[in-house]
C-alpha cells in the first residue's frame, strides 16, 4: 500500500513539473497558475492522507476521523481518569465521659425500721415481705444508668462492732430481696453499713432508738459519687452474728 501510494505522490510531482513547464498548455490560466509551490502543497495533501497534521511515515493511527484531536503519533491521546489525591480530613470522635459529682445523699425513696427484721437479726420477716414488695414499685422510675444505694443502721444497744456487723447484713439481707423481685437492677446495687454511727435522732428513749434501728433505700444518678466504702459485695468478716 506504501509502496503504491510513493508511486501515485511521484506521479504527482511529475504531472506538475510537466504542466509548469510545457508550453502546449501555455495558454490556460489555469496552468499558469499551478506553480512548484502549488505541487507541493498538493504532496503534502498526500503525505496526510487522513488530515491529522502527522505524515502518514509517523501516524500509527492513518484513519483518524476528521477533525479529531491526535497526538504525535497520529492517534487520539487516552484521557486518564482525575485522581484525587487529597486526603479528607478525619474527625475523631473522642468518647464522652461522664462528670462524676460528689453531692450529698438524696432522701431515702423508702425507710425499712426494725418492725422489718426479727429482733437482732437479719431476717426479714414474713409479715413485712408484702410491705417491701408493694414499696419496692419507686424502684421502676429509676433510670438506666441510676443506682440504687442500701444503707443499714442500727440503735446504741451492744457493742458497736456488734451493731456495724448487724447493719451491713440488714443491708445485704434487703439487697437479695430486691435482686430476686428485679433482677434488672443486681448490677446497679450498691450496700453500706453503718452501725449506730449515724442515727437519725438521739437515742435516749426506746421509741427514738426504733427510729434509729432501719435500714434506708436511695437512688442516686449515674454521675453521682457513692460512699468510699459501699459495695455490691458484703466485706469479708461482717457476715458473722457475734
Known sequence: MKVQNNAFKLGLIAAGIAFVTTGAHAESNAMKSLNSNDVEAQIKLYDDLDQDG??????????????????????????????????????????????KINAPLPEPIFTMNSAFFD????????????????????????????NLLIMG???????????MRLSWRRANSVKNFIEMEKPNLANRIYIVGRGEQEPMVSNTSEANRQQNRRVELRVLPGNQILPSDATQTMPAGMDKRK
Open 54 to 99: 502527522v505524515n502518514d511515515s509517523s501516524d500509527h493511527c492513518p484513519n483518524s476521523a476528521r477533525g479529531a484531536t491526535v497526538d504525535a503519533t497520529g492517534c487520539t491521546p487516552v484521557i486518564e481518569p482525575e485522581i484525587n489525591t487529597a486526603v479528607e480530613a478525619v474527625t475523631i470522635y473522642e468518647p464522652v465521659v461522664e462528670q
Open 153 to 163: 443502721h442500727t440503735c446504741d444497744l451492744g457493742p458497736d462492732a456488734y451493731n
Open 119 to 146: 429482733l437482732d437479726k437479719a431476717t426479714l420477716r414474713p409479715s413485712a415481705i408484702n410491705t417491701l414488695r408493694a414499696n419496692l414499685s419507686a424502684l421502676d422510675n429509676m433510670k438506666a444508668n441510676d
